[in-house]
């Protein structure tokens, strides 16, 4: 099958599940916004926020590692064996640790579904990871849209008609990550490759080398994703958090792509052990970044009048925080397009310093920002970390002389940056200027595309002339 071809089909399947359950978190958003106040929002959020970098810390990121050695052709039963018991050691030491975990403020009403639910994540992880590198797409696709129909009917019992407001948010994620997981450990017969007697030292130490700088590297893209939150609620309060919280679900349409996308590039490039110089390394990041530049612009367009029909009064104003938020979520996609050069070659030790620069530069804009001039300042602090850390791994791997179409790319990342402060700081935005900008990105992208295409029917009629003076 044709490359090109075969990371198509494999992005459509993980995406038929994938965005059955990410596209279900989104279109709730607005239920959320009517069931739960700012504050119980807020306060919902950084609970899922705190389990979400909690995850890598407690496992040591050995998913990771799970994923990349069953991809290098490794005994599947010693690296799932030996990750379990990774797992098992986790949980019970969570378990030990729960009177010192309670008496942390955040966690204190909420602990006993904190941590039921952070334990079901931590299998949950596995096991994507695992089904994800056995080929088995379908079956992540098909425990994705259940997991997507078990929370919504979840979220409407225990917010609409039992108004529990944040247990009742926690109860409806717990049910559907719990339901996910079992699919997942059945559905894949996963307990066939569990046994105490594969578990595999020699290979445990090549897991956590691999697996061990990711954790900081996850804290690290943690910190740029959600640090602002924790900023926000010291400085203006849990309200406030939940104002950017449904400000960040707008662009995570776009990091739901990303994600999804992600998914399947990882397994063609591990798969074919793709170098960054490859042409279809190149090729691919081509149609990726027009896809994403133009999805963008789309967002861009219709932020304010979408903020306005879909979420409740106490909510409108979100629309503002918006447009740097969609331009962060833009690089950290190309970030992680990146990344994938860093598996493939094992130096995830490297991933460490772009992020580590992007975090501080983030962290430090916000406290800076935040008190100055708000929420918006979140936005801002966020967009400068991932613009740092994205220009750090294209110098790193030295990307930038492979981009394709460079003054088109540079023209129409000029354009989008100078569009969302634009939309940021007018007040009333103009549709005029909107239409001017979207204008410009547009015609820049379909001159990229109608060159791209044009170069791919020359290199297959050189194909095929050649098969025939064979």
């Known amino acids: 099958m044709n490359r090109y071809k075969k990371l198509g089909w494999n992005t459509f399947i993980i995406g038929i599940g994938s965005m059955g359950s990410k596209f279900m978190i989104f279109l709730l958003v607005p239920f959320y916004t009517f069931y739960l106040s700012p504050s119980e929002y807020g306060q919902a959020d950084i609970l899922m926020m705190t389990i979400s970098i909690l995850i890598p810390i407690v496992t040591l990121s050995i998913a990771d590692g799970v994923f990349r050695y069953t991809m290098d052709k490794a005994s599947k039963k010693q690296v799932f064996s030996t990750a379990c018991m990774i797992l098992l050691i986790a949980g019970t030491i969570l378990i030990l640790l729960t009177p010192l975990l309670r008496s942390v403020p955040m966690l204190q009403n909420y602990y006993g579904l904190f941590l039921t639910l952070l334990i079901v994540q931590l299998w949950n992880t596995l096991f994507q990871q695992q089904v994800r590198a056995n080929g088995k797409l379908i079956l992540y696709s098909v425990s994705g849209l259940l ?155 219709i932020v304010q009048p979408f903020s306005a029909i879909l979420f409740s009064s106490a909510y409108h104003g979100v629309w503002q925080y918006v447009p740097f938020l969609l331009i962060a979520v833009l690089l950290s996609s190309f970030s992680s397009f990146l990344e994938v050069s860093y598996m493939v070659e094992k130096k995830t030790k490297q991933l460490l310093f772009t992020s580590l620069k992007g975090s501080v530069i983030n962290v430090g804009l916000a406290l800076l920002l935040i008190p100055t001039i708000g929420i918006l300042g979140a936005s801002i602090a966020t967009l400068a970390g991932f613009l740092v850390t994205w220009l750090l791994r294209m110098k790193q791997i ?24 634009y939309l940021s700081f007018a007040g009333n935005p103009s549709w005029w200027v909107q239409g001017m900008f979207a204008l410009g990105l547009f015609v820049c992208q379909s001159t990229i595309l109608v060159k791209k295409f044009g170069a791919f029917r020359g290199s297959k009629k050189v194909s095929q002339e050649g098969m025939v003076n064979r």
Do not use: H
């Open 398 to 421: 030295q990307f930038f002389n492979q981009i394709e179409f460079k003054k088109m790319f540079w023209m129409s990342m000029g354009l989008l940056i100078t569009q969302s402060v």
């Open 147 to 301: 997991m997507s129909g078990v929370l919504l009917v979840a979220n409407v019992i225990f917010l609409k008609y039992y108004d529990m407001g944040v247990d009742g948010y926690l109860y409806a994620n717990l049910l559907a990550f719990a339901v996910n997981t079992l699919v997942l450990f059945f559905g894949a017969k996963l307990y066939k490759l569990f046994s105490f007697r594969a578990v595999n030292k020699a290979l445990l130490k090549k897991m956590l080398i691999y697996s061990l700088p990711l954790i900081p590297n996850a804290i690290l893209w943690w910190v740029m994703q959600v640090s602002d939150r924790y900023i926000l609620t010291f400085f203006l309060g849990i309200a406030a958090n939940g104002l950017y919280t449904v400000a960040a679900k707008i662009p995570s349409l776009l990091s739901m792509l990303s994600s999804i996308f992600f998914q399947a590039w990882s397994i063609s490039a591990i798969g074919e052990k793709l170098k960054q110089n490859d042409s279809f390394f190149t090729g691919v990041f081509t149609l990726f970044s027009c896809l994403f530049f133009v999805a963008t612009e789309g967002i861009m367009l």
